[in-house]
């Protein structure tokens, strides 16, 4: 018996060995819950590490949705993992996480490389890598189970901005889109051009929107899109969110046959709330129904966040806990849309996004309804507006147009706007406040004297009126700099805005009139050449005089 003892001993320490040394080398990470493990894809475009997440008490066999995580510059998948909680979702819900990996030997920043041509089309460089991973996922049917019609991608900044590449160049594999803080599809095609869209906006949305069909090809389909964007982003400008939904809007009418026509400044229905906490971020949701009533298009705007995830977890970078929760909007958004179901439930109102569990940033659905809020748009005051050099001559109102920048004899100018704020009623919180220009002259400007910036006056107006006079050209403010401009606008009649600080909302004057002062960040280059830009005035009563629009309750 002894022998035979020692026998099966030593035959049960060959075949463990055995085991060890034929399993494939895998560097794997067990999470508090679930199992998050790296694998290595390499296919024909080449090769990049990638994670995935195994939610707890999952069973092979269970048919389970699949979301993909495009992390940003200088980012990795753990750190992604972290910032989003994606995974903590998905222990609670149930579905498999993939987070494709950009290496530092691709990209210095660890960017995806969204703005060269050959990775901006299907079958090529980046977009050909993370669709083969997600197929790859998809075929381990030894190790998960697929849902192919609950496969989404969702990315964050140059991960974004690939996301938006990967819903135009795999609709058949992607349900559905999450772009957070990115960039409409081809915005850039070279690195100097992806800087200049990234404070400037891409081309022409309706352009791209074209492109994007064209690059779906014979897999064309409307591919629905929510999208995230902070306010007060300096690194990817707002102006890139209002882009995203637009691009998408025309690829989608594209791929309906022109069936889904919806117009951008005419969405279904305008949602604000304010995320939980006392430091909740106020938000406004938009969104945009085909004609059978289903959502299509969701866009937050999230008032004062700048270049971070929103509702994220401080335990990542390029978070704001503060924000409404991105992650649990964007999984209730791809859950709603399934890729061959034509007519999905529309996604719930904020107000009813599932509440996830502790180790989640809560959604708005943990707190009671906000009060409601009111907006009021104001137009410049005509008889207040103007421009003002620093040392000589005099105040030049009563035109169509202002003027900021410097001139050929190097002095500074910069314009004062002023609105009748007196119209919001007294005792009013304010929650936002939006301040848009609009380019007057189609004339070359040299761009060298860096973004456009406004300083907000003390109540009682600059130099304690409201009369444009030279005096306001130094005047002490309310708070200087209280934004920056979401672009530098290069044609006539093009807008740009700046989302107010809410640090500068103590000196909008709802008693009488608000004046702003509206400069470049550098007054002058010192060049003797003109670098002056001019803005529509009040004066020019049409579409296009300065506007502040005010959200209050």
Request: with cysteine; glycine share 8%.
């Amino acid at each position: 018996m002894s022998k035979l003892l020692r026998y099966l001993a030593v035959l049960t320490l060959i075949l463990v060995s055995l085991l060890m040394f034929s399993a494939p080398f895998i560097h794997r990470v067990y999470a508090s819950s679930g199992t998050f493990t790296q694998y290595t894809y390499s296919g024909s475009a080449g090769s990049r590490p990638y994670y995935v997440y195994t939610p707890a008490n999952y069973q092979v066999g269970t048919v389970v949705p699949m979301v993909v995580m495009l992390h940003g510059c200088t980012q990795n998948p753990t750190d992604f993992a972290n910032g989003t909680q994606m995974n903590a979702l998905a222990d609670q819900k149930q579905f498999i996480v993939v987070y494709p990996q950009q290496t530092s030997s691709d990209n210095s920043s660890s960017c995806w490389n969204w703005f060269q041509p050959a990775d901006q089309a299907r079958g090529s460089g980046e977009p050909a890598i993370i669709a083969g991973i997600a197929q790859t996922v998809k075929q381990a049917t030894s190790k998960w189970t697929i849902d192919s019609n609950r496969v989404y991608v969702a990315g964050m900044s140059a991960g974004a901005a690939m996301t938006a590449i990967m819903g135009a160049t795999y609709p058949d594999i992607f349900a559905a889109i999450g772009v957070h803080s990115g960039l409409e599809y081809q915005a850039a095609t070279s690195l100097t051009a992806a800087t200049m869209a990234q404070s400037q906006g891409g081309p022409s949305p309706t352009q791209q929107g074209q492109a994007a069909y064209n690059a779906m090809g014979s897999a064309a389909r409307v591919v629905p899109t929510i999208d995230f964007q902070g306010q007060s982003d300096y690194t990817v400008y707002p102006v890139n969110g209002d882009q995203v939904i637009q691009q998408w809007m025309q690829t989608d009418h594209l791929a309906s046959n022109g069936t889904y026509a919806a117009s951008f400044s005419s969405p279904s229905t305008t949602t604000n709330g304010q995320a939980p906490g006392s430091n909740g971020r106020a938000y406004t949701v938009l969104t945009w129904n085909n004609t059978s009533g289903n959502e299509i298009e969701e866009y937050w705007k999230i008032a004062g966040m700048g270049h971070a995830w929103s509702g994220g977890s401080s335990s990542g970078s390029y978070t704001d806990p503060n924000g409404p929760s991105a992650t649990n909007a964007m999984y209730t958004f791809f859950m709603n849309h399934p890729m061959n179901n034509q007519n999905p439930t529309p996604t719930p109102t904020p107000v009813t996004t599932p509440t996830p569990t502790p180790i989640v940033t809560p959604t708005p659905s943990a707190t009671a309804t906000p009060p409601s809020t009111h907006t009021i748009t104001l137009s410049s005051l005509a008889g207040e507006d103007g421009y003002i050099y620093p040392n000589d001559g005099i105040p030049m109102g009563a035109l169509a147009y202002l003027q900021a920048g410097s001139t050929s004899l190097n002095q500074a100018e910069i314009s004062i706007v002023s609105f009748d704020t007196s119209q919001i009623p007294a005792g009013s919180s304010i929650v936002s406040a939006i301040l848009t220009l609009y380019r007057y002259d189609p004339y070359f400007y040299q761009g060298d004297l860096g973004a456009i910036s406004a300083d907000i006056s003390p109540i009682g107006g600059f130099n304690g009126n409201n009369a444009l006079e030279q005096a306001d050209y130094n005047a002490g403010s309310g708070q200087n700099n209280v934004g920056t401009f979401n672009i530098v606008p290069t044609q006539a009649q093009q807008a740009t805005s700046d989302t107010i600080a809410s640090s500068a909302f103590p000196y909008i004057n709802v008693s009488g009139h608000t004046q702003f002062r509206i400069h470049f960040q550098t007054p002058t280059k010192n060049t003797y050449q003109m670098d002056v830009m001019d803005f529509y005035s009040g004066d020019s009563s049409g579409a296009y005089v300065p506007v502040l629009k005010v959200q209050y309750r």
